[in-house]
């Protein structure tokens, strides 16, 4: 299945890139997969390898030892095939049809305007060119590709016990060369929904347009402790201030488009009197300052851009009252950093999606933490939150975290392996955002699982990129371990 494109010509390992090719040129949004996993199926099976779609939706290949090699113990290698999608608001981009265009940049693989889709095609790409090659060594192999990891790891979730039959796992998801990584955060989400009847805008009013971009985004879990922008709240605590300054009629409010990401760019439509758009404007250019100097350093990029617009209706002044009251005061960002973990989040929260229109809407608030009871305390106090004005707001797709075990037998042959082939000291981390292996090891109780993978920066967010080096340094280190596991 693999695709011929001159942007890959002479990157190294060339199987891994060709199929990584393959990875850019079908698209795959997270629930809209199956188009690129039954090519693979059809891939695998032509190549004679057993393969099958589990109920699911996830493609499971299986590969035999090297001859000599059969008593070896079994391998999984696991990744995910979707990817987030985010663009920016200039480009035309339509993910569920037009393939990523990567440029090459300075040692990078990089998508400019939109997401890249290294997390985790690079991860799939690794695992496709070890199921195709015939010159590595390797004991019996399993490859778990999962569909639907990052719009809520259904995947993984819906993956049967007892499929697997091999004991050790390399997921091949995580985006710093270097570092192995044995636990990661759990999660769950909290569901906000409110709808009330429109209003007819008042006859003497005319329409605006305040839409918030220029932020960096990123992803919601290894990014929350940067601090970055999220426009949603920007947005909403610019709204609030103007309301509490002009007689403002909120129509629509609407920003983020993934529920992992940080959102960068948010819309808000209102209506005034009449004769406010001067005041208006030195109103809103007063609140671009105040949050141009709060983010310096981090986002310098942000831009509060207002023009005129139509407005037929809006919401209810007490309507206007919950979402606004109620979002500018709901949680965003770090809880708590861990006292176990030294220099990692602990508890975090995004507020990554919200569309609220005249008739009311939904938002969504995504919880991480590496304890499940700090994951939980956080999510009831914003259920409470909302339920203060009467609000609907369900916790949903609650998935466990991956806890650390830092004995592991694979993780010691990675490290010696990696000590001996690059010739320094790996590092052993824990991260802050949600990874199959949690779900999968509960599962499959006692499976020996450790993560790694090339250095991906800008995750889930425009820009993304990939470290071309560190892919070869990871197709040597994978083929390593995969020998050294006799």
């Not at 592991?408 to 082939?421: E, G, I, M």
Request: with cysteine; hydrophobic share 40%; aromatic share 6%.
């Amino acid at each position: 299945m693999n695709q011929s494109n001159p942007m890959f010509s002479g990157l190294q390992p060339a199987r891994v890139w060709a199929h990584f090719a393959t990875l850019c040129s079908v698209p795959r949004p997270s629930k809209d997969e199956a188009a690129l996993r039954d090519g693979l199926l059809a891939w695998a099976l032509a190549r004679g390898l057993a393969a099958e779609v589990d109920t699911a939706g996830n493609l499971i290949v299986r590969k035999s030892a090297t001859p000599g090699w059969e008593k070896s113990p079994g391998v999984v290698l696991q990744a995910h095939l979707d990817m987030v999608c985010q663009k920016n608001a200039d480009s035309e981009h339509d993910f569920s049809h037009d393939p990523i265009i990567p440029e090459c940049r300075d040692g990078w693989l990089v998508a400019e305007k939109t997401t890249l889709g290294a997390d985790n095609g690079i991860g799939v790409a690794l695992i496709l060119a070890v199921l195709e090659s015939d010159d590595i060594a390797h004991g019996p192999l399993e490859a778990l590709l999962t569909v639907d990891e990052e719009a809520g790891m259904g995947g993984a979730r819906g993956l049967v016990p007892g499929v697997l039959q091999g004991r050790l796992m390399l997921n091949l998801d995580t985006e710093d060369w270097g570092e192995f990584y044995l636990g990661c955060a759990g999660g769950l989400d909290v569901n906000v929904v409110r709808h009330s009847p429109a209003e007819p805008c008042p006859a003497s009013y005319e329409g605006w347009r305040l839409t918030l971009q220029g932020l960096r985004g990123g992803h919601s879990g290894v990014d929350i402790h940067e601090e970055r922008g999220n426009a949603i709240k920007l947005l909403v605590r610019t709204l609030h201030g103007l309301a509490a300054k002009f007689p403002l009629r909120l129509a629509k409010c609407k920003g983020g488009t993934a529920r992992n990401a940080l959102p960068r760019e948010a819309e808000a439509i209102f209506a005034l009197p009449a004769g406010l758009g001067q005041p208006l404007a030195e109103a809103v250019a007063g609140w671009e300052k105040t949050l141009r100097d709060e983010l310096s350093g981090v986002d310098d990029g942000l831009r509060l851009l207002l023009g005129t617009c139509a407005v037929s209706s809006v919401l209810p002044v007490a309507e206007q009252g919950v979402w606004l009251s109620s979002l500018h005061a709901a949680p965003h960002g770090v809880r708590r950093m861990s006292r176990r973990v030294p220099g990692v989040v602990e508890t975090s929260n995004n507020l990554g999606m919200l569309d609220l229109g005249p008739n009311g809407g939904t938002c969504n608030f995504m919880v991480r933490s590496l304890v499940d009871c700090g994951g939980q305390a956080l999510a009831d106090e914003l259920v409470s939150l909302w339920a203060l004005s009467g609000t609907p707001a369900l916790q949903d797709g609650h998935y466990p975290g991956w806890a650390p075990n830092p004995d592991s037998p694979l993780l010691k042959t990675c490290q010696a392996v990696y000590r001996r082939d690059f010739g320094t000291e790996s590092k052993v981390q824990v991260i802050h955002a949600g990874l199959e292996c949690g779900i999968i090891g509960a599962k499959y109780p006692g499976m020996d699982i450790v993560s790694f993978g090339p250095t991906i920066r800008g995750a889930h967010a425009p820009g993304e990129r990939v470290e071309i080096a560190s892919v070869e340094r990871c197709w040597r280190l994978l083929t390593a371990i995969l020998a050294e596991l006799r």
